[in-house]
T-cell receptor
Framework: DGGITQSPKYLFRKEGQNVTLSCEQN?????MYWYRQDPGQGLRLIYY???????QKGDIAEGYSVSREKKESFPLTVTSAQKNPTAFYLC???????????????FGPGTRLTVL | KNQVEQSPQSLIILEGKNCTLQ??????????LRWYKQDTGRGPVSLTI?????NTKSNGRYTATLDADTKQSSLHITASQLSDSASYIC???????????FGRGTSLIVHP
């Protein structure tokens, strides 16, 4: 059963704590992405990775960190430096064909993070 | 700057009625446009994808159209069902980029 999994589905964090969101895919996709979604706003890109051991900052990378040690995994850490982390976080993956070609993004089910 | 604008922001219709959602974009050079459906609290799921040469594509009761000259797309939902209640997101990719541009979505509510 191929797809993208994210865990946990719900996560609660106290102020000052770092938390790590998991994202795993078995679609053999090269590229993986992390997005943040707030009510009434479009998806905003946090980080993306096109190859193992390499990743790029997106539009809102401050206060977040990632790693890409395995092709299948792209965990996101929300650090205490992120001042407003309460949001819905979505992980996606895609093939790397020609840039801008039919490289459809497949999304995971999301993790809802709440800061207490 | 690449932008995708969707309208209306929200829409309420009665079950069984048709509706049309709009998407205008300024992404250039254009590669493809996708419509996603996102149920509340879930990840987006792709409905249709169209390239420059395609001006219409259907997926069951969903029909997407594309006018590359005016940079507009629409998603038409026929005979709406309660399960169509969701957010519909327009996503446009540019040639030479792996990072698509997302619209803010249209929230559709279908009432019985």
């Amino acid at each position: 059963d191929g797809g993208i999994t994210q865990s946990p589905k719900y996560l609660f964090r106290k102020e000052g704590q770092n938390v790590t969101l998991s994202c795993e895919q078995n679609l053999n996709h090269d590229a993986m992405y992390w997005y943040r979604q707030d009510p009434g706003q479009g998806l905003r890109l946090i980080y993306y990775s096109q190859i193992v051991n390499d990743f790029q900052k997106g539009d809102i990378a401050e206060g977040y960190s990632v790693s890409r040690e395995k092709k299948e995994s792209f965990p996101l850490t929300v650090t205490s430096a992120q001042k407003n982390p309460t949001a819905f976080y979505l992980c996606a993956s895609s093939d790397l064909g020609l840039a801008g070609s039919y490289n459809e993004q497949f999304f995971g089910p999301g993790t809802r993070l709440t800061v207490l | 700057k690449n932008q995708v604008e969707q309208s209306p922001q929200s829409l309420i219709i009665l079950e069984g009625k048709n509706c049309t959602l709009q998407c205008n974009y300024t992404v250039s050079p254009f590669s493809n446009l996708r419509w996603y459906k996102q149920d509340t609290g879930r990840g987006p799921v792709s409905l249709t994808i169209m390239t420059f040469s395609e001006n219409t594509k259907s997926n069951g009761r969903y029909t997407a159209t594309l006018d590359a000259d005016t940079k507009q797309s629409s998603l038409h939902i026929t005979a709406s069902q309660l399960s169509d209640s969701a957010s519909y997101i327009c996503v446009v990719s540019a040639r030479g980029s792996y990072i698509p541009t997302f619209g803010r979505g249209t929230s559709l509510i279908v009432h019985p």
